[in-house]
């Protein structure tokens, strides 16, 4: 379609004089053949009419005749003679080739005269004589019109013919003259600019003084000239982008290998968690027990409460270590109905206990918020990055905040504190095991928790506070719990 656009632009130009000339052509042969036509049919009823004349001059000459011999002899005129003449005027009137409308009814009055031949011979045949005379006449002169008419038309004929022959070759080198200013020389100059163009040099045609006839087809050159730029220019950027794909290709595969050396690192020690979580748990056990008979036999109310906590975390800790055998063996810990509030309130009375003096716990926690999580999960994730916090603070004094609140079908939960903050390498979110920023870390706490909210799908994000300290928040899933 676009190709027979241009074509048709193209051609546009040579549409005017070519249709002058052609319509000039045909315009004389038109006439040439209008008045070839006109002469056949004047020349039609030349013949026909000869042959009429010459009957009537024939006849004209027998009635002369016979009115000759009439008047040497005066003797009756011969019937069978008087029948022959009226068969030939009867003839004439059949030719129907008479040029003056009023022949037939003067022959028919011919015809009459010759009735009374017998009673008045004398004056019938010179009566009869003078009507064909008088028809003879008026079709000679008829016949001398028609005769110039057909001379004129021919000589009118020769005439076309002529200015024909000198006008269409003068058009024609008019009309060679005018393609070659107004087509070939425009069209010369656009083959130059294609020519850069095969180049990949895209160069508009300069419009300004292009013959209007050409007007069409230089605007559609420029027009494909823009969109070749556009597509060059877009084709550029795909490479880029693909070159840029390629790279990022690149260093996710090297990312995924890392990641998968990790993972072998992580299962070696999730196999040595698993053992030593077999080991301890029967010292726990015995420890457990001990700490039950002892927390029987103490009255004081708050070394029995500071037994409970102990006991209780021993509680956690050997559920700790059966979940990791039952990690270890893919089954996954069964989420419940948790008091997000009370479960947050008891990892931080639990921590208090170990933490320096200078540090203040806070939290900002609504009652009554209730979610289905892994609880088990939920309290060593919370603990992990407590203690995560008290390691970036330091031995100094310092804030940690423990807060949550839900959020339609989720619950944002953020630790913050106000320390030096995460370096760089955290913040781009390359958290993975054994890559901690401190000479003795292990860089397991957040590798868990980033484990623990991806198994529940959830989200991660680590942020530094202004003017000091850091964020972690954890997105996690929480619908609205069912109450029996």
């Not at 549409?15 to 039609?44: H, I, K």
């Not at 850069?196 to 209007?212: F, N, T």
């Not at 209780?312 to 063996?329: C, I, K, P, Q, Y």
């Not at 198994?455 to 964020?471: E, F, M, S, V």
Request: hydrophobic share 45%.
């Amino acid at each position: 379609m676009e190709n027979r656009s241009i074509m048709s632009v193209l051609y546009r130009p040579a549409w005017l004089p070519a249709s002058v000339t052609a319509g000039l052509l045909v315009a004389a042969l038109g006439l040439l053949v209008g008045l070839s036509w006109y002469s056949r049919e004047q020349l039609r009823p030349v013949v026909g009419h000869m042959a009429q004349l010459n009957r009537l001059q024939s006849a004209g000459l027998r009635l002369q005749g016979l009115l000759a011999a009439h008047l040497r002899t005066s003797g009756p005129i011969d019937p069978l003679e008087r029948d022959a003449i009226q068969k030939e005027l009867q003839a004439i009137l059949a030719l129907d080739s008479h040029l003056v409308g009023e022949t037939p009814a003067i022959l028919q009055r011919a015809r009459a005269a010759l009735d009374a031949l017998a009673e008045n011979p004398r004056e019938a045949l010179i009566l009869t004589l003078t009507e064909i005379r008088k028809v003879l006449a008026a079709e000679t002169h008829a016949h001398d019109i028609l005769l110039q008419e057909v001379y004129r038309t021919e000589e009118l004929e020769f005439d076309i013919a002529l200015g024909a022959l000198v006008t269409l070759p003068l058009i024609a080198f008019v009309v060679l003259a005018l393609v070659r200013r107004h087509i070939l020389s425009p069209l010369g100059d656009l083959s130059r600019f294609m020519t850069l163009l095969s180049g990949r040099e895209y160069r508009e045609a300069p419009v300004q003084g292009v013959d209007p006839m050409l007007k069409p087809l230089f605007e559609r050159y420029n027009e494909l000239v823009c969109r070749l730029a556009r597509l060059e220019r877009e084709h550029q950027t795909r490479q880029r982008s693909l070159e840029d794909e390629v790279r990022l290709a690149t260093g996710t595969l090297l990312g995924q290998q890392r990641r998968l050396a990790d993972a072998e690192r992580l299962a070696a020690v999730g196999e040595l968690a698993a053992r030593v979580a077999h080991e301890l748990r029967n010292p726990l056990a015995g420890m457990q027990m001990a700490l039950n008979n002892l927390r029987s036999d103490i009255s004081d109310p708050d070394h029995a409460q500071r037994l409970g906590l102990v006991i209780g975390e021993l509680n956690r800790v050997f559920s700790l270590l059966n979940d990791l055998l039952e990690r270890a063996r893919r089954e996954p810990e069964a989420s419940r109905e948790v008091d997000i509030a009370a479960t947050v309130g008891e990892v931080l009375q639990l921590v208090g206990y170990q933490l320096p003096g200078g540090i203040v716990l806070e939290r900002d926690i609504p009652d009554g918020l209730i979610c289905r999580l892994p609880e088990n999960g939920l309290r060593q994730a919370l603990l992990n990055l407590v203690l995560n916090a008290d390691q970036a603070l330091g031995e100094g004094a310092g804030t940690i905040r423990v807060r949550a609140r839900r959020d339609s079908d989720r619950i944002m939960l953020e630790v913050q504190d106000d320390g030096p903050g995460f370096p760089e390498s955290l913040r781009d979110g390359r958290i993975r095991p054994f890559a901690s920023a401190r000479p003795d870390g292990t860089g397991l706490g957040l590798a868990v928790v980033r484990r623990f909210v991806a198994d529940l799908g959830g989200a991660l994000q680590i942020t530094n506070l202004k003017p000091r300290g850091a964020c972690v928040s954890l997105r996690l899933p929480c619908p609205p719990a069912h109450h029996g």
